[in-house]
Antibody
């Protein structure tokens, strides 16, 4: 079955750019939406944005000015860049597939990666 | 943006109890509502999609209902492995949004 794995630095300095990659295995990245979701320690879940395999994106307006999500179909990977980070960006970052069975029908996140903790600190 | 509000925020219950968690959307979202279970240190796991469809492999003691703005997740007979945090999530529009979570604890 499809599995997702996040990778990237666990420590980022304030004002720098956070960069993470999600590798999809057991299936193709094509024909799905791929999301990034984060969870600050002890808090709830925040959707960051998604990318369709074709490259179209949709970002959370609260982060839009700092976020870039890209896809590399040849590597079955998609990536997150978050610029100008502060301590408030410290969180576990998850990648997830957003499933859409029929266009314009309900969608859901499944599966999820295991998550990776990114700490913003000097 | 659509706000999702869960109640209660925390709940104490015993093995064998029937438990209901409520999720309310700030506007109508039809049946575009999903439920997830998260255990400490783990990623969320999909339980229910499209308000009432049980994800493959999820025990039948879990069920979901509702449409429009009001939704419920019911666990018919709590098992020890069900003690976790539960989140609702809307997929009606972007930005996608989650409820604040309901922590289910052992009484």
């Amino acid at each position: 079955q499809v599995q997702l794995q996040e990778s990237g630095p666990g420590l980022v300095k304030p004002s720098e750019t956070l960069s993470l990659t999600c590798t999809v295995s057991g299936g193709s990245i094509s024909s799905y939406y791929w999301s990034w979701i984060r969870q600050p320690p002890g808090k709830g879940l925040e959707w960051i944005g998604y990318i369709y395999y074709s490259g179209s994106t949709n970002y959370n307006p609260s982060l839009k000015s700092r976020v870039t999500i890209s896809v590399d179909t040849s590597k079955n990977q998609f990536s997150l860049k978050l610029s100008s980070v502060t301590a408030a960006d410290t969180a576990v970052y998850y990648c997830a597939r957003e499933v859409e069975v029929v266009p314009a029908a309900p969608r859901w996140f499944d599966p999820w990666g295991q998550g990776t903790l990114v700490t913003v600190s000097s | 943006d659509i706000q999702m509000t869960q109640s209660p925020s925390s709940l104490s219950a015993s093995v064998g109890d029937r438990v209901t968690i409520t999720c309310r959307a700030s506007q109508s979202i039809s049946s575009y509502l999903n439920w997830y279970q998260q255990k400490p240190g783990k990623a969320p796991k999909l339980l229910i999609y499209a308000a009432s469809s049980l994800q493959s492999g999820v025990p039948s003691r879990f069920s979901g209902s509702g449409s429009g703005t009001d939704f419920t997740l019911t666990i018919s007979s709590l098992q020890p492995e069900d003690f976790a945090t539960y989140y609702c999530q809307q997929s009606y529009s972007t930005p996608r949004s989650f409820g604040q979570g309901t922590k289910l604890e052992i009484k």
